[in-house]
């Protein structure tokens, strides 16, 4: 099981990009999927998840800005991040919990990160 991660790039403050991460492997189920961040020398923290019901929780500083959403049938989540300012400047990362075929605990799996560069 991997998780591919794209759409990062450089974008003027006032912006907009669309991230992009897609599930692949044995996989029998997907519970929540999230994406967070990690700026240069800070903790990553989670920007925001999404449940396999669709109910979703964002971080205060990215509410009315960014959306997350999923595509449960191509084991895909997004982040349409909107407003883009310069401390939204970090590697984002997806992350699920997944369940694989034949395995019947769940599992924590990251991406590789994608770079979002805010410039002021």
């Known amino acids: 099981v991997q998780l591919q991660a794209c759409g990062g790039g450089l974008v003027q403050a006032g912006g907009s990009l669309r991230l992009s991460c897609a599930a692949s492997?044995?996989?029998?189920?997907?519970?929540?999927m999230g994406w967070y961040r990690q700026a240069p020398g800070k903790q990553r923290d989670l920007v925001a998840d999404?449940?396999?019901?669709?109910?979703?929780k964002y971080v205060d500083s990215v509410k009315g800005r960014f959306t997350i959403s999923r595509d449960n049938s191509k084991n895909m989540v997004y982040l349409q991040m909107n407003s883009l300012k310069p401390e939204d400047t970090a590697v984002y990362y997806c992350n699920a919990e997944i369940r694989r075929i034949g395995i019947y605990t769940t599992m924590n799996y990251w991406g590789k990160g994608t770079l979002v560069t805010v410039s002021s």
């Open positions: 999404v449940t396999d019901s669709a109910s979703t």
């Open positions: 492997g044995s996989i029998s189920s997907i519970g929540v």
